[in-house]
């Protein structure tokens, strides 16, 4: 349709330049399922749009029918034509007029002298405005509150000048039936009624309700704003996150090389693997927060409520930052009211995490001075109570408008604090989103540049039922480190297509006297599962020719009783109880931890 109206070139020539593009009043007709041809007038807008580079990578067609407003408009010239008969004592009959004007589907009116007294408002005029009364009454003592804004001027003056006013889309801020100024969009044609002597007897309105339209087009415009602005942030992100991602992985790589090397002294060697746990372990926490924010994002974050010793916790994350801090010259110190229980039922990894990036962010961005962490305990009811930790430094602080990016993901303070401090942009609105996932917020209760902040957490927290000694943690702990070795003789097969990782484990699980076998996909997983004589497999989930899961299913159908660990890449909460209803006994993360392994194993076999 657009190349036969002759818009090909229109197109071409925007997608070409970037310039927009306008057509109005385009005749167009449009055949329907019957066979029949339909016509319409459409206005067209062509906007191209930009990818963040600012090259043009598509065109936003905005098409507006204008069928009605066409008619409308007709209308109007028509009714003006009518108007100006009957108020010249024209040979028509007065009754018909005083129809065509009532049912008209354009808003009429009609004001007489320079008061603007209204003698005529139809039917869909007192719709437009709510129901005020009209007739024998001022302009300006029904509309109060557009005296002196440019519609009412325009009245005025068509009636001082006689100069006819059109107006398209003009903004008229009215008082709704609910008594609230609501902005309202008009197509006008107002135009000056003389009477037989030439005298200026009053002014013919004829009004057609466009605020739909327009709001139409101003959302369009504002989405297109947008989705541009959230490309431009998401690339300054993606930028941010490939240099927070390769600068630990240039440091794993580099170090990984350098321990090729024979002739090495031993402490370099420990440093060397030292550095690589730690940017490995830098790695790990970024791609987590990654993922942890788009579960809170689509609402898949799942809460583990524990019993948690909270000044543990605390003293902990204190004892985290210790040596930073130390190594800064600034203080770290925490006051927790006596009102603060000790025990509270709570997710500790969650609060955990949230309380590790605010202070990390604090520790951070404070060169002198120190970081305070105040707690206190506000009472909701006997079983519950609110959390509020409060964390003050006096670091470089924020301006107001860094302030009101802070909790938005992808975004930092601005792109300056990436560059002196690093960081992906994702701690602080992933700990706000906990916050609230815990019946909380993260507020910015005070900052300024070169002063400091002050952050608050709160959260909600049920008081635990039955307050455990210190004594009762001892069997608890002793249970999952008494029995070391006792996996000396198990068979265990590793199933996985990655050989590095079959060999990690594999070293693992030797160790600790176990005997390995080795699988590379879940067809040869359950060829080996039935053959031999396993105590326990550990599977991948994502899988040549079979996957983890079908390997799983079908050696469970063959009557394999024995414990099948999932061990996946895949952290997601419902990837867990996937592997669960398939027929694992427990699930794995990767990246390997040593120690969660062996738990886990002992566990099961135990």
Request: charged fraction near 30%.
């Amino acid at each position: 349709a657009m190349v036969e109206q002759g818009l090909d070139f229109e197109l071409s020539h925007v997608f070409q330049t970037g310039e927009t593009y306008t057509a109005k009043e385009i005749n167009f007709e449009v055949k329907s399922k019957e066979g029949d041809y339909q016509k319409f007038v459409m206005d067209f807008v062509f906007d191209a749009i930009l990818d963040p580079g600012g090259k043009i990578e598509g065109i936003l067609l905005s098409a507006t029918d204008m069928t009605e407003v066409i008619a409308a408009r007709d209308a109007q010239i028509q009714a003006r034509q009518l108007v100006e008969a009957y108020l010249g004592e024209l040979s028509f009959e007065k009754s018909k007029f005083e129809a065509l004007i009532e049912h008209s589907s354009s808003a009429i009116g009609f004001m007489r002298g320079a008061d603007l007294v209204f003698e005529i408002a139809n039917k869909k005029w007192i719709e437009l405005v709510d129901s005020r009364e009209h007739i024998g009454r001022k302009y300006a003592e029904i509309y109060p509150e557009l005296v002196g804004s440019e519609r009412y001027n325009s009245l005025v003056n068509i009636f001082k000048t006689g100069e006819t006013f059109i107006a398209n889309e003009m903004k008229v801020s009215v008082v709704n039936s609910h008594g609230i100024l609501e902005d309202m969009y008009f197509d006008y044609l107002n135009v000056r009624i003389d009477d037989a002597e030439g005298k200026p007897y009053g002014v013919y309105c004829n009004a057609n309700d466009v605020t739909d339209k327009v709001r139409a087009r101003l959302e369009l415009e504002k989405a297109k704003q947008d989705a541009e602005k959230a490309n431009s942030t998401k690339s300054t992100f993606l930028a941010n996150m490939s240099h927070e991602i390769r600068t630990p992985l240039g440091a794993i790589i580099g170090y990984a090389d350098l321990l090729r090397e024979t002739a090495l002294p031993e402490f370099e060697k420990k440093h060397f693997v030292e550095t690589i746990l730690r940017n490995g372990k830098a790695l790990t926490r970024i791609i987590d927060d990654i993922l942890d924010l788009a579960k809170v994002e689509s609402g898949k974050m799942e809460l583990e409520y524990l019993e948690v010793n909270f000044e543990e916790l605390i003293s902990d994350v204190i004892d985290l930052f210790r040596e930073r801090t130390g190594s800064k010259g600034i203080s770290l110190q925490a006051k927790i009211n006596p009102d603060v229980p000790k025990r509270l039922m709570t997710d500790p990894t969650r609060l955990r995490q949230i309380i590790l990036n605010i202070v990390g962010n604090a520790v951070k961005f404070t060169e002198v001075g120190g970081i305070t962490i105040e707690v206190i305990a506000k009472k909701i009811s006997a079983t519950e109570n609110f959390i509020e930790i409060l964390v003050k430094d006096t670091g470089v602080g924020l301006s107001f408008d860094q302030a009101q990016n802070l909790f938005k993901p992808f975004t930092q303070a601005d792109n300056s604090t990436t560059r002196k401090f690093g960081g992906t942009g994702l701690g602080l609105a992933l700990s706000k989103r906990l916050a609230n996932a815990l019946g909380g917020d993260i507020q910015i209760i005070r900052s300024a540049v070169d002063q400091g902040c002050d952050i608050l957490i709160t959260f909600k927290v049920h008081l635990s039922q039955k307050i455990k000694k210190d004594e009762d943690f001892v069997p608890e702990i002793f249970e999952e480190t008494k029995n070391t070795r006792t996996l000396e003789g198990f068979k265990i097969l590793i199933v996985d297509d990655s050989e590095d990782n079959q060999m990690l484990a594999q070293l693992i699980l030797q160790r600790h006297g176990c005997l390995v076998d080795t699988a590379s996909n879940g067809r040869e997983a359950f060829r080996k599962g039935i053959e031999g004589n396993y105590d326990l497999i550990l599977m991948d989930i994502q899988m040549p020719i079979m996957d983890g899961y079908e390997a799983t299913r079908a050696l469970r159908d063959s009557g394999f009783n024995r414990p099948i660990i999932a061990l996946t890449a895949h952290a997601m909460a419902e990837e867990r109880a996937r592997s669960l209803a398939w027929g694992c006994n427990g699930h794995l993360t990767k990246p390997l931890d040593q120690q969660e392994l062996i738990k886990v194993i002992l566990k099961n076999l135990l």
